[in-house]
């Protein structure tokens, strides 16, 4: 746990703190020379972390990314990896020293501002915590897993979040509303767009879990002859370019953007450019970048999971408000330490200074004890009312220290350090002096981090969060007409054009035709079986005309006990009449049927030895329904009386001493009964004999009814 989660104070975890701490033992800061990494490296694990050199190294390598880190701890010189995924060359040949932000860090730390222990070998101290005058965890974010938890965090700005640590000093009651108008979202050193919806930021930040939906940058750029070429300038956090080409490449290769890439290159030096060619100018770029977001890491999700170690013991998820008043009250605590110790440091010094001024208002009698006793120090304090300390540093007075300049100096000193300690006095004393210093020290971070600077800018973009509703990928598939034939026992194929009825389709050996439909390549296809289930296929994915087709089994998971008893085009709104062997069904609608896997939606529940037998379309004009069973019996019942559900077995269409349903229709009834006869259809006017109430058993079929039992 302790390895794994950052500490809420200074956001870093052992290995980067020990980083951190052994530069500092070795002077690395940032006007100094830089020092092998594996000096560096060497330092660490021999002093603080007995662990692998190479994970220590990786820490340092990651410290010193510019794309890795939104503002590195660790300025690096050399090969220390790239944005493609390349590794870093070995740490014989790299070399490192601290950054301006590593230094804020480490401020204050030889003054007490935080407390030490000892080492794994007990030879040495190091820190617990950082003295961290600069809000690390929030800043750099972090990332790990430990037992049973882990944690997530995003980098951010810190002149946004210097305003809200402000707001927040000013304003302790401040909602977190108050504060994500200032801190407005993450901000990763790649840049990026960020296109999460506000409410969902807020709810995010608020209970200290969420995600954050972030987009590639993207332009277009005229080729010429009216051609264009989309240029991705901006890549997701965390996103190795190569293999985002890669993946956009295999899309290309396998079709599954239907033909409208032709190429992708890599045209980056220092800064990204990632060049993608449309098929044609034809090509809407915002619908192919929609769909390129949808099948690539040009579209990744960063989740929150604001999960620290509260006061370096407990972990805890905290919202935005408590991880910003948790580095207030350690910089407030930093604050109160370093005071003390400047406050110990300067009455230590005042009582020397008190001694020096005595010896210089008694030299003569001061030297002669010196000279002339063995023991000088007891006789100066008794003779001259001294504390032992002053008397030690009378003692160790040098003889070019007793020059009347000298003296003078002492008095300056002396009333300066005691104006000093009063002003020290009362920041101690004053909790609102305390916070008013904090605030200056933040205000200083701000100015150097400043939205102005090169550093301190926005690298991502806020955008607005994209309607799904608005964008059709269906406008993507090239709309062509075709014909989707399912033969009798199975086997499904796709030929160009709607053909007619009585077209020359072949079959295996031994099968026919059981179903023909006219659709569009940007069509679904709703296949219902007898285990009440509902499949989903888009005409695009189905086989063309060449041979006999593929099994739909292959397709979808549709058991072999089973059979197909319909197959329909999907359309958004529409409703069917579902109903099994038993007699019983319902009203399902087309849009909750269509399924988004291989195994389909179940939709009439059926069990035993009842199957599914019977989805006839269900018009809004139709307001009647009309059941035959296998008895030939007829009912006619009003609509209203059956209901429309999303799932479930459904209620009595009409009741059997033997035998079950045959088949099932809605239609209106002003326009008669129709069943097929043969080539022709033949309709039934008169119907009054055979009108009912909904679980009837009905009367017998009027003459001249359809042999084979069916409405159709």
Known sequence: MSRSLPDVRDGLKPVHRRLLFAMRQLRLDPSSGYKKCARVVGDVIGKFHPHGDQAVYDALVRLAQDFAVRYPLIDGQGNFGNIDGDNAAAMRYTESRMTVVAELLLDGIDQDAVDFRDTYDGDDSEPIVLPAGFPNLLANGSSGIAVGMATNIPPH???????????????????VAELVEMVRGPDFPTGGVLVETPENILEAYETG????????????????????????????YQVQKSKLIEKIADLINNKKLSGLLTDVRDESTEDVRIVIEPRSRTVVPELLMESLFKLSELETRFALNLNVLDGGR???????KEALKAFLDHQINVLVRRTAFRLDKIEHRLEVLAGYLVVYLNLDEVIAIIREEDEPKPFLIKRFTLTDVQAESILNMRLRSLRRLEQEGLRTEFEGLEGERDVVQKVLESKGRQKTLVGKNIKEIAKTFGKDTKLGARRTEIGKAPDVQEISFDALIEKEPVTIICSKMGWIRTMKGHLEKDADVKFKEGDGPAFSLHAQTTDKVLLFGTNGRFYTMGCDKLPGGRGNGEPVRLMIDLPKEDEIINLSLYEAGTKMLVAASDGRGFIADADAAVAQTKNGKQVL????GVKALVCMPAPKEGDSVAVVGENRKVLIFPRDELPEMARGRGVVLQRYKDGGLSDAKIFK?????????????????????????????????????????KFT
């Open 314 to 320: 407990v972990p805890k998820v905290m919202s935005l």
């Open 157 to 175: 700005n810190v002149a946004e979040l210097c305003d809200a640590l402000l707001h927040l000093i000013d304003n302790p009651k401040a909602e």
């Open 605 to 608: 529940n059926v069990k035993g």
């Open 669 to 709: 009834l002003s326009e008669g009964l129709s069943w097929a006869a043969g080539d022709r259809t033949r309709t039934e006017t008169d119907v009054m004999a055979w009108l009912g109430k909904r679980a009837q058993a009905g009367r017998m079929a009027p003459r001249g009814f359809a042999s084979n039992n």
């Open 209 to 236: 879990r969420g995600g954050f939906r972030l987009r590639a940058k993207w332009e277009t750029e005229d080729v010429g002859r009216g051609q264009y070429v989309i240029i991705v300038t901006e890549i997701p």
